[in-house]
């Protein structure tokens, strides 16, 4: 099992950038996949980013890929969503979520094993 907990949230204008965080504890982190969803009021949990247990490989929603970023450090226990030019369309719960199966079908969240509790994120104009 691994335990993970989301931070970096907050409220920042349009055209502004925010970095969340997960750190893992418990089993080896560096054995899950991870990835990141968002969720709007109202609206289905929805798919950012996914990376490989390395990091080496990422994925992204296609609306998202040119300015979310995925990264990770397993020293540290930590996956990372970097967020530039922000926009309301964005305000969200994020959450990262670890797949220990190394799901092929990264963007559907009923494949991840764990979640963290999720931050928000609200982006003004």
């Known amino acids: 099992q691994v335990q993970l907990v989301e931070s970096g949230g907050g409220t920042v204008q349009a055209g502004g950038s925010l970095r969340l965080s997960c750190e893992g504890s418990?089993?080896?982190?560096?054995?899950?996949?991870m990835g990141w969803f968002h969720q709007a009021p109202g609206k289905e949990r929805e798919f950012v980013a996914h990376?490989?247990?390395?990091?080496?490989?990422?994925e992204y929603a296609e609306s998202l890929k040119d300015r979310f970023t995925i990264s990770r450090d397993n020293a540290k226990n930590t996956v990372y969503l970097q967020m530039n030019n922000l926009n309301p369309e964005d305000t969200a719960v994020y959450y990262c979520a670890a797949d220990q199966t190394w799901t092929m079908n990264y963007w559907n969240h009923s494949k991840y094993d764990y979640w963290g509790q999720g931050t928000q994120v609200t982006v003004s104009t």
């Open positions: 418990g089993r080896m982190f560096d054995s899950f996949a």
């Open positions: 990376c490989n247990w390395s990091g080496h490989r990422t």
